[in-house]
């Protein structure tokens, strides 16, 4: 067993790397490349893709390292049959999930709209779960995956912080993971949200993780 050190706030952090696995949260060409989604509801998509060659070369050090590497996505089933209507009702009226959009149906499992951006692609072999929620706990086989793997602690990265990233990290939290976010390798379409959503984790002696960045954990996986 090694243990590694993770320079980190509130505080550094051990790991053990065969105990832990990087979550790649929703990195989906709908939230992230020109014409989806996440532009067509007038977001700036560049405050998005500035994460992508952090979660790059993340994904190498740990692919390097055998850390385990999962990948998730938010969407629906085509019949909407696990989209809440509450859910549903809300965002803008033009652009609802399962409506029709640059990239295929939005949200919706199997457009090209709903699939990873090609610089993140999964290697072969990498579980991808797919999600109704923000949160990649929720109606999905995550923590079975997790536990059976005999994973304790989860480097999250992603889009949005404030959103899937920061539901999830809640999620693993109350499930006894604990959780890293480079905050690098997570954006928000609004930039005092993704400050403020990295301060809520670390705040109060780290009160859902800790907050560290894809150079440290580099340099801490060696
Ligand atoms: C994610 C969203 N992935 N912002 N979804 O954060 O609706």
């Known amino acids: 067993m090694t243990i590694v050190r993770i320079d980190a706030e509130p505080r550094a952090i051990e790991i053990d790397p065969a105990r832990s696995a990087v979550l790649m949260i929703d990195m989906q060409r709908d939230f992230l490349q020109p014409g989806g989604f996440g532009e067509a509801l007038g977001n700036n998509i560049r405050l998005l893709t500035a994460a992508v060659d952090p979660c790059r070369a993340l994904l190498a050090g ?18 909407m049959l ?10 803008a009226p033009s652009a609802r999930i399962g409506d029709r959009g640059p990239m295929g149906r939005i949200l919706i499992r199997g457009e090209p709209g709903h ?37 304790e602690n989860l480097i999250v990265c992603g889009v949005t912080t404030e959103v899937c990233v920061h539901t999830t990290v ?19 379409y609004f930039p005092e949200f993704h400050e403020v ?7 109060q002696g780290g009160i859902f993780g800790w907050v560290s960045d894809s150079r440290r954990i580099l340099a801490a996986l060696g």
């Open 62 to 79: 740990a692919r390097r390292h055998g850390v385990l590497v999962i990948h998730t996505r938010e969407g629906h089933r085509p019949d």
């Open 82 to 91: 696990d989209a809440p209507p509450a859910k549903v009702e809300r965002g």
């Open 115 to 151: 699939d990873l951006i090609p610089e993140l692609y999964p290697h072969a072999g990498e579980p991808v779960i797919d999600k109704p929620g923000k949160g990649a706990f929720y109606a999905t086989d995550l923590h079975t995956l997790l536990h059976n793997r005999g994973i």
């Open 170 to 188: 809640r999620e693993a939290n109350d499930r006894g993971y604990r959780c890293i976010v480079p905050g690098d390798c997570c954006a928000s």
């Open 197 to 203: 959503g990295l301060r809520m984790i670390k705040a």
